[in-house]
């Protein structure tokens, strides 16, 4: 079982936006952060194929290759899903430079779909 993301480093510290992960189908992820510090989730993937199409059920994202440029692959984790919370908040200030961490917290948390979790 992962443990609170209270105890986790960066995510328990103060002024940082935790996220969760969901996979596919808006479920909290095995591997999610969970506990009272998580902000908000975020679409993390499976580390599975769908069975009846065998299609990854992961987030495509980008890898470089040793020496061969880039490629894209499908992974699962909570690495996944803070990327889209991170992109959120940067656009967020590209509008408000002057946003706080917090603010923006409670902004995501006001607009967020509850029924995704």
């Given at each position: 079982?992962?443990?609170?993301?209270k105890g986790d480093s960066p995510?328990?510290?103060?002024?940082?936006?935790?996220v969760g992960a969901v996979d596919q189908t808006g479920q909290i992820a095995s591997y999610s952060?969970?506990?009272?510090?998580?902000a908000l989730m975020a679409p993390g993937g499976s580390p599975l194929r769908d069975?009846?199409?065998g299609v990854p059920e992961g987030v495509l994202s980008t890898i470089e290759l040793a020496g061969s440029?880039?490629?894209?692959?499908y992974y699962a984790g909570t690495s996944q899903a803070a990327p889209f919370v991170t992109g959120?908040?940067?656009?967020m200030r590209a509008v408000d430079?002057?946003?706080?961490?917090?603010?923006?917290?409670?902004?995501?948390q006001q607009s967020a779909d509850p029924s995704a979790a």
């Open positions: 079982m992962i443990p609170d993301a995510a328990g510290l103060d002024g940082v936006i935790t952060n969970f506990g009272g510090v998580v069975p009846e199409t440029g880039f490629t894209y692959t959120t908040v940067s656009l430079p002057r946003l706080s961490a917090s603010a923006a917290r409670r902004l995501l």
